[in-house]
C-alpha cells in the first residue's frame, strides 16, 4: 500500500502521495520521505488517519458515490424503449456525474487553499476514491434506464442470463447446477439474494445484481490498484484502463479480471521483498493473497489460465533466491494453502472435468484475424464492413502501433519493476495461449473461449500504454527534486526556483482529477449507451428483450412495444447470432 502523507506539515514543499512525485510503485508500502519531527504529527495505529483507516475513508466514499448515481437515475420519469427518451437519460445522468464530481473537486481545491494544504492528501484521496465510484455508478444508473418498467434481468429467461438463473435456482435449493464446471460463487450469490430480497425469484434478483455489479466495479478496481499506486494514479493508471471491460449483463466477470491484474502484481511485489520481511506478517500476507485469489477464482476461473505462465514467470524472476529462499517459500506455501482452503473443492472439478468440456460454438470473433484483439464484437456483431478495419501501416491500425510500442516502452522504463515486467509477461502470456488454441481450432473444431482473451490483451496493453506516462511522470519529478534539493541547500527561494522548472504538485492533482472526470463520465455514457433498447443486431436487443417478457403476474411490462409480450420475449434475436 501506498503510504499517507496526511499530517501536520504543511504539504506544499514536501513530497506528495500524488501527483508527478508520487511512490515508486515497485515499493508500495516505502514510507515517504521523514519531515521534521516538530511539525508531524504521525497517525496513531487504529485511528481514522492511520493506513487502513484512511483506506476504509476512501471504500466508502466509493461506494457511497457508486451507489448514489442508480439511485438518483429511478427518479427518472420516461420511456426507455423511446430514443429521444435514452438521449435524455444519458443526459440527466450526466449532469448529475458532473456536478457531483465538481464538488469533489471543488473539494480539493478548497483543501489546497486553507490551512496551508493540511487537508489536502485527505480530499485528493476522497475526490479520487468518489469519480472512481461515479464512474462505474454512471453505468449502472445506464442499466436502470434501460431496464425501467420491467422486474426483468437484461435477456429476460434467455441466452446466458436464462441459464445463470436456473442454475442458480438450483443450487439455492440444495441442487447441482447445470454444469460443474461453471464458477460457483455467482451461482450462490444469486441464489441467496433472490431468497433473502426477492422470495427465491432469480430472475427479478438478477436484474439487481447486474445494476449493484456495475456500480461495485470502479470501487473494487480502484482499491486493488491501490494497492501499487497512490489515489490519483490509481484512478488514471489502474481504473480508466479497466474501463475498457466494465459491462453491466454479466459483470462479474470483467470485474475479475481487472482486479486480478493488480492483485496478481501486488503478489509478485510482496514476493520479491519476502526475504527480508517478518516471518508472521509474512504468512498473513501470504494467505491473504490466496484466500483472495481464491474468491476470485470462484468467481471466474478463465483469466486464471490465460495469465498463469506469464505470473509464474514473474514469480520465479523475483523469488528472493539470494536474500531469503526459505522466507519465498514459506509466503508462497502460505498462499498455496489459503488458495485452497477458499477453492481447492472447485480446482479439483476444474482439473478433472474441465478436461472434457468443449466449446463447439464458432461465432463472429473465430473467423477474424486471431492477432486482431482490440475489439470484441460478440456474437451479436450488428452491422459490419471490413472487419477487422484496415490498418494504415501493413494493415495495423495507430491504436495497435501505439500499444506495442507502449509495450515496449514500459519495459525499457521499468524492466526491473515488478509493476511492468508482470503485466507484460501477463500479456505476453495471454497472446501465447490464444495463439496455441486457435493454430488447433480446425483440427479440433473447438473454439475453447479463445477470443476471451482480447479482454486481457488490451486491458494489459492499455495499462502498459498508462504506465509509461506514470515512469515519464516519475522521472520528471526526479528532475524536479534536483531542482529544488540544491536551491533549499543554498537558501534561495525555493518556490521560485521551482516555478522555473516544473509546476507544483496541486495543480498537477487538480488538473488530473477534471480530465478523469471528463474523461470517466464520457467513457461512462458510451459504456451506458451500448446497452440502451433497440433491435439493432447488437447487444442493444438484452434490454429490449426484457421488455417483452411476460412478468409473473400475467400483465405485460410497462413499456412493452405496443403492449404486446410473451413468456420467452421477442425471439428476433437468434437472426443476429454471427
Request: charged share 15%; aromatic share 10%; with cysteine.
Amino acid at each position: 500500500m501506498t503510504v499517507s502523507t496526511e499530517g501536520q506539515a504543511d504539504v506544499r514543499p514536501g513530497p506528495p502521495s500524488d501527483g508527478p512525485a508520487a511512490h515508486d510503485p515497485e515499493a508500495p508500502g516505502t514510507p515517504a520521505p521523514a519531515t521534521p519531527a516538530a511539525t508531524v504529527a504521525p497517525p496513531a495505529p487504529g485511528t481514522w488517519r492511520s493506513r487502513g483507516g484512511l483506506l476504509l475513508v476512501e471504500a466508502a466514499v466509493a461506494f457511497a458515490a457508486a451507489l448514489a448515481m442508480p439511485l438518483l437515475a429511478r427518479r427518472l420519469k420516461l420511456n426507455p424503449l423511446d430514443r429521444i427518451a435514452q438521449v435524455s437519460g444519458l443526459a440527466a445522468v450526466q449532469l448529475r456525474f458532473v456536478l457531483l464530481g465538481l464538488v469533489l473537486v471543488g473539494a480539493v481545491l478548497l483543501a489546497m487553499r486553507l490551512r496551508r494544504g493540511r487537508h489536502f492528501d485527505l480530499a485528493t484521496r476522497i475526490a479520487s476514491a468518489g469519480i472512481a465510484g461515479l464512474a462505474s455508478g454512471f453505468v449502472a444508473a445506464g442499466a436502470v434506464i434501460a431496464l425501467l418498467g420491467t422486474p426483468w434481468p437484461m435477456f429476460g429467461l434467455n441466452g446466458d442470463t436464462g441459464r445463470l438463473v436456473e442454475w442458480a435456482h438450483a443450487v439455492a435449493n440444495g441442487r447441482p447446477s447445470g454444469s460443474a464446471v461453471y464458477p460457483p460463487l455467482p451461482l450462490y450469490t444469486l441464489g441467496y439474494y433472490a431468497e433473502w430480497f426477492h422470495g427465491g425469484n432469480t430472475a427479478y434478483a438478477f436484474k439487481d445484481l447486474q445494476i449493484l455489479g456495475a456500480a461495485a466495479f470502479g470501487p473494487l478496481v480502484y482499491l486493488a490498484w491501490r494497492m501499487l499506486l497512490s489515489p490519483v494514479r490509481a484512478l488514471a493508471f489502474g481504473l480508466v484502463p479497466a474501463f475498457a471491460l466494465i459491462d453491466s449483463y454479466k459483470p462479474y466477470s470483467q470485474t475479475v479480471l481487472a482486479l486480478l491484474v493488480p492483485v496478481l502484481v501486488a503478489m509478485v511485489v510482496a514476493l520479491r521483498r519476502s526475504g527480508t520481511a517478518g516471518r508472521r506478517p509474512l504468512l498473513l500476507k501470504g494467505a491473504g493473497f490466496g484466500a483472495l485469489l481464491g474468491v476470485l477464482f470462484l468467481t471466474y476461473s478463465g483469466w486464471f489460465l490465460w495469465s498463469a505462465a506469464g505470473v509464474l514467470f514473474a514469480a520465479l524472476l523475483y523469488f528472493p533466491w539470494r536474500t531469503g529462499p526459505a522466507k519465498g517459500a514459506a509466503f508462497m506455501g502460505a498462499a498455496l494453502a489459503a488458495f485452497l482452503v477458499v477453492a481447492g473443492r472447485y480446482l479439483a472439478v476444474m482439473l478433472a472435468e474441465g478436461q472434457t468440456t468443449k466449446d463447439y460454438n464458432f461465432r463472429f470473433d473465430n473467423f477474424t484475424d486471431p492477432a486482431y484483439y482490440l475489439m470484441w464484437r460478440t456474437d451479436m456483431p450488428g452491422k459490419v464492413g471490413d472487419w477487422p478495419p484496415p490498418g494504415e501501416f501493413g494493415g495495423v491500425g495507430l491504436f495497435a502501433l501505439v500499444t506495442f510500442v507502449c509495450l515496449g516502452a514500459a519495459i525499457w522504463l521499468g524492466l526491473r519493476k515488478p509493476l511492468v515486467v508482470t503485466i507484460a509477461a501477463m500479456f505476453v502470456s495471454a497472446w501465447v495461449m490464444r495463439m496455441y488454441i486457435a493454430s488447433h481450432m480446425y483440427e479440433t473444431q473447438t473454439v475453447q473461449l479463445y477470443t476471451r482473451t482480447n479482454n486481457q490483451l488490451l486491458y494489459c496493453g492499455l495499462i502498459l500504454c498508462a504506465l509509461v506516462a506514470h515512469l515519464v511522470s516519475l522521472r520528471l519529478a526526479e528532475r524536479r527534486s534536483g531542482v529544488a534539493e540544491p536551491v533549499a541547500a543554498t537558501g534561495a527561494a525555493t518556490g521560485a526556483a521551482v516555478r522555473g522548472g516544473f509546476p507544483g504538485r496541486e495543480g498537477a492533482v487538480i488538473g488530473a482529477l477534471c480530465a478523469l472526470l471528463l474523461l470517466l463520465g464520457t467513457a461512462s455514457s458510451s459504456v451506458s449507451d451500448r446497452l440502451m433498447p433497440a433491435q439493432d443486431g447488437t447487444y442493444r436487443i438484452l434490454p429490449w428483450v426484457s421488455h417483452t417478457v411476460r412478468q409473473q403476474n400475467g400483465r405485460c411490462p410497462k413499456f412493452a412495444p405496443k403492449g404486446v409480450c410473451s413468456k420467452d420475449g421477442d425471439q428476433s434475436w437468434l437472426a443476429y447470432i454471427r
